[in-house]
């Protein structure tokens, strides 16, 4: 088994000593790289490039092969479990994702079946178990899906939407539908998520996009109770080593507290939060992950590092921060931007981890991969 080369995100997320703060993007591998528009022309379409197990192991890697970063992402799509339950996923030119099939009644909802990892999303696994091996213990794989209601909003909607309709219709008119259909995505998501970590991801991340549409109350009740249920049932240690699970809810500062409270070892924070009033408010429970407007990416190089050093500032001394954008990266972003980025995390959290690291090499839980 091959030891795992770079662990400093692993470490972050538990809250242990690193050297430097450890950064990745969310959306790392897409449009923004010219090597995965042309990778996507190969595939032909979006849908065939996530579906082939090694064209989405070649757009994982690519990030990598131009940055340091210190961990992967798989590459795939939140809406992956909706199509496997038979909504059937397609991608619209200019308009984004829509399926075939639309929930709008109870009826729609007792007949979608729960999704077999292995077999029927059998091609997320493939790709996870063949992006470990590309990786070779470069860093962590991170695994993901959507959050329970994100999925719902999309299965409802038929798509995107700018203000869930009929989303939000459904959760009030018929709150018991609404239940029913979020339990069965979080059985979903905690059965696609532990398939990927048997398949060799080493953190999750549940990206509950779009969580913060809804009202204080609602949120409890639709979102962070199924992403708690999803919690309650992750697999928490595997290959010798701690899963650490992070929750992302975009615009989700106001609840950070209950979040907290999952057990989750990490909260990903949108750029509406302060990094220092955020820490100071979940204290040790959890670390943070976050959070620069991705937007700071189209100024100059100076500006974005300027930018690095005001974050790792408000964060403060020691471990427990994983750098991030507070949300994707954007298509149009210069490569070269995402770069100076990168290289401002690492040059200037330095300072920040002096006298608290321990040197990687004495750690007996080194596991293999």
Request: proline content about 5%; glycine content about 10%; charged content about 20%.
């Amino acid at each position: 088994m091959t030891l795992l080369k770079n662990d400093r995100f692993l470490r972050a997320l538990l809250k242990q000593p690193v050297d430097v703060t450890p950064v990745w993007m969310m959306r790392q591998a897409g449009r923004y790289l010219p090597e995965y528009r042309a990778s996507r022309a190969k595939a032909g379409n979006f849908m065939s490039l996530m579906q082939n197990p090694q064209f989405a192991c070649e757009v994982t890697l690519q990030p990598l092969e131009r940055y340091p970063l210190d961990a992967a992402i798989l590459f795939s799509d939140i809406l992956t479990i909706p199509d496997a339950m038979g909504q059937g996923l397609y991608f619209e030119t200019g308009e984004g994702p829509r399926f075939k099939k639309v929930i709008n009644t109870a009826a729609d909802i007792e007949a979608l079946p729960i999704p077999d990892p292995e077999q029927d999303l059998g091609y997320v696994m493939d790709a996870v178990r063949t992006i470990r091996g590309a990786l070779n213990g470069r860093v962590p794989l991170i695994g993901f899906s959507g959050s329970p209601w994100t999925l719902a909003t999309y299965m409802v909607e038929g798509g995107s939407s700018k203000d869930f309709r009929k989303s939000k219709a459904m959760l009030y008119d018929n709150p018991q539908a609404m239940h029913v259909l979020l339990d069965k995505l979080a059985q979903a998501v905690t059965g696609y998520l532990n398939g990927q970590i048997r398949a060799g991801a080493q953190a999750v991340q549940i990206f509950d996009t779009w969580g913060g549409s809804l009202s204080a109350a609602a949120y409890q009740e639709f979102s962070l109770a199924y992403m708690q249920q999803i919690v309650n049932g992750l697999i928490r240690q595997h290959e010798g080593r701690q899963v650490p699970v992070i929750l992302f809810t975009k615009n989700g500062g106001l609840w950070l507290e209950s979040m907290a409270a999952t057990g989750a070892e990490a909260l990903g924070l949108d750029w509406t939060c302060d990094l220092g009033q955020a820490r100071a408010r979940v204290g040790d429970k959890v670390a943070l992950q976050g959070n620069m407007d991705p937007t700071v990416l189209y100024a100059r190089p100076a500006a974005i590092r300027a930018e690095v050093a005001r974050i790792l500032a408000s964060y403060g001394s020691g471990s427990g921060h994983v750098f991030n954008l507070g949300h994707g990266i954007t298509p149009e972003v210069d490569p070269a931007h995402a770069g100076a980025f990168i290289e401002a995390v690492h040059e200037f959290s330095a300072p920040y981890h002096q006298g608290n690291v321990r040197h990687q090499e004495t750690e007996s839980h080194q596991a293999g991969v």
